[in-house]
């Protein structure tokens, strides 16, 4: 679970390739991914995928248990 803050912004790592997860670091670069960049709309604990598999980007939908 992450924390998120209402109105800050957010850049979701999609490649798995960051030693920053869920988030983002750059290390996509030279590849087809790019971050899926988001504001949050309001303050809440969030279950950020992990796996690269959600069809809710960037929020875990279970995708993992198919793994």
Not at 6 to 29: E, L, M, V
Not at 45 to 55: E, L, S, V
């Amino acid at each position: 679970m992450e924390q998120l803050e209402k109105g800050k912004t957010y850049a979701w790592c999609s490649c798995g390739k960051s030693d920053n997860q869920p988030w983002c670091n750059g290390a996509h670069q030279g590849t087809e991914f790019k971050p899926h960049v988001f504001k949050a709309e309001e303050s809440k604990p969030a279950a950020m995928c992990g796996c690269k598999q959600t069809k809710n980007p960037p929020y875990c939908d279970g995708s993992h248990a198919n793994l």
